[in-house]
């Protein structure tokens, strides 16, 4: 592999050549630049869609009340009801269920309100939420805490804000914690800001809520016992769908409803649409994975193609090297470690000029909350082992015009023209 007059050879072919070289190695080149490519711009969507999902428990699933849809137990369909705290004590005595999390929102789902300090206000969602909401939707904190029970048990007055709320209603060189903001006509005492866990959509929710203990806002907002919808994760080893359907059970049972009514409780199950997603970035990987191994495979040929030439075109010199003594394996060596070299360096600036290209289309993107393209880039490992297997295949192109050179008696390649 490392004989001098070897390589002297290699490098004077490639030289009269240089047209057809270029040509050859281009088209691994263009094979493993696009491989990888596609592969990046994969992650980046991946990365972008599942970015709407960070600090949410994939084994969690939400359910509010709705209208009922069917007649059941002599009472009319369409009729609305609530779900309450005595529904929060019954979900707790499922085995299945691990955390359960009442929550409430100010005006119902969707809805913003008046949110004062001093002159200046803003409108932001207002929720009522438990300690536990935490560990199913994450929250990060840029200052100060978060709720604990007893700010439940107590009806505590006190609030977290997000990040986009201290913006509008504090200066930036002043401290929140401490400070009050007013809603409806109620103070509540700032104890910690939060900052987004996700993007998109859920990072810009995030950002403008305002959290304050589930028992003060139901007495301060004369809720009574209402709450709005539960958040609740399956406990370790269940399926959320099955948690689900045990919790769904319950409820229906508890408020009337038709067992085969299912409109009347409205859900939506992290589980089911986080494995959605996998599963059709697992396909987009399988596509690309094949349409750029069928882009390599098609320069590899090439180089096989290429190999076959150089090899008829010397023909007579092959045969003056097998009749002063040159044994077959030395000509297959040639011809492999021509077939490797051109592969390798084709391949090897291909990766380079890919990965940079990546690296330089990630730093231009700027990351907002509302991004669905972050992050484009690939694994090194991938990108060294997509390498290693060109090369491979580098060495079985350069084989078979190997095997055809050898096949020729001396004889015969002195007799060619």
């Known amino acids: 592999m490392f004989d001098r007059d070897a390589w002297q050879e290699i490098f004077a072919t490639i030289k009269k050549n240089k047209l057809r070289t270029f040509l050859t190695c281009f088209g691994v080149y263009w094979g493993i630049f696009m491989l990888v490519i596609m592969l990046g711009a994969g992650n980046g969507l991946r990365n972008g869609i599942l970015a709407g999902f960070n600090g949410t428990a ?58 004062v300090r001093g002159l200046k206000t803003g409108n932001y969602q207002v929720s009522g939420v438990y300690p536990e909401v935490n560990q199913i939707e994450k929250v990060d904190l840029s200052e100060g805490r978060f709720l604990n029970y007893n700010d439940i048990l107590q009806r505590r007055k006190v609030c977290i804000i997000g990040k986009r709320v201290r913006e509008i209603l504090f200066k930036p060189d002043e401290n929140p914690l401490g400070d009050y903001i007013r809603v409806n006509g109620v103070y509540f005492r700032v104890i910690g800001v939060t900052k987004p866990t996700a993007g998109g959509q859920n990072g810009q929710e995030q950002s403008e809520t305002v959290n304050i203990p589930f028992t003060t806002f139901q007495q301060a907002f004369n809720y009574g016992d209402v709450v709005g919808w539960f958040a609740v994760t399956a406990k370790n080893g269940v399926q959320a769908t099955e948690a689900e359907e045990k919790a769904l059970a319950v409820l229906r049972e508890r408020h009337k409803i038709a067992p085969e009514d299912q409109l009347a409780i409205g859900h939506w199950n992290m589980e089911k649409e986080f494995n959605k997603l996998s599963g059709l970035f697992s396909g987009i990987d399988i596509l690309v994975w094949v349409v750029g191994t069928g882009t390599l495979l098609a320069g590899i040929i090439g180089v096989s193609n290429i190999m076959l030439i150089i090899v008829k075109e010397r023909t007579k010199e092959i045969g003056i090297r097998r009749a002063i003594g040159a044994p077959p394996a030395l000509i297959v060596r040639q011809i492999i470690i021509e077939s490797v070299f051109l592969t390798a360096i084709a391949g090897y600036v291909g990766l380079v000029v890919s990965v940079s290209l990546l690296e330089l289309v990630s730093n231009a993107i700027p990351e907002s909350d509302d991004s669905m393209f972050i992050h484009p880039g690939v694994d090194v490992s991938v990108a060294l082992t997509a390498l290693a297997i060109l090369i491979f295949a580098g060495a079985l192109a350069g084989l078979i015009p190997a095997r055809k050179a050898i096949a020729v008696s001396p004889v015969e390649a002195l007799r060619a023209d």
């Not at 209208?67 to 009729?79: A, D, I, L, N």
Request: net charge positive.
């Open 58 to 115: 994939t084994n969690s699933f939400f359910c509010w009340a709705q209208k009922t849809s069917k007649p059941y137990k002599g009472m009319k369909p369409g009729r609305s009801f609530n779900f309450t705290n005595d529904d929060f004590k019954a979900l707790r005595q499922l085995p299945e269920l691990d955390i359960i999390a009442p929550m409430n929102r100010l005006g119902g789902y969707g809805s913003s309100n008046n949110v």
